[in-house]
């Protein structure tokens, strides 16, 4: 099983960006869908969470600059990321989960985010 993160890249301190998550159709319908990152020695980090009734869910310290969302026809889910921080660097990653979105079944392969100042 396949799911494929992208829309990583350099961005300044304070910048934007959309990560974009692409989702097998079979998955997308009934699994629930969440993005993390890991920076380098550190854990992997939960970031939001998407049902697939699309009800969304966040930790409390991510809810103010990552937005996720999703595209049905596309079998999409996104994340939008603003007023980045050098602290955002990591690789973000996708993960899919017949459970709660933090305890995926399936990754994805991640995309790399790197914020400069």
């Known amino acids: 099983v396949q799911l494929q993160a992208s829309g990583g890249g350099l961005a300044q301190v304070g910048g934007s960006l959309e990560l974009t998550c692409t989702v097998p159709r079979w998955i997308f319908g009934s699994y629930n869908v969440g993005w993390f990152r890991q920076a380098p020695g550190q854990e992997r980090e939960f970031l939001a969470g998407?049902?697939?009734?699309?009800?969304?869910t966040y930790p409390d310290s991510m809810k103010d600059r990552f937005t996720i969302s999703r595209d049905v026809a596309k079998n999409t889910v996104f994340l939008q990321l603003t007023d980045l921080k050098p602290e955002d660097t990591a690789i973000y990653l996708c993960?899919?989960?017949?459970?709660?979105?933090?305890?995926?079944?399936?990754w994805g392969q991640g995309t790399q985010v790197t914020v400069s100042s």
């Open positions: 993960g899919a989960a017949r459970g709660v979105p933090t305890v995926p079944d399936f």
């Open positions: 998407i049902s697939y009734a699309g009800l969304t």
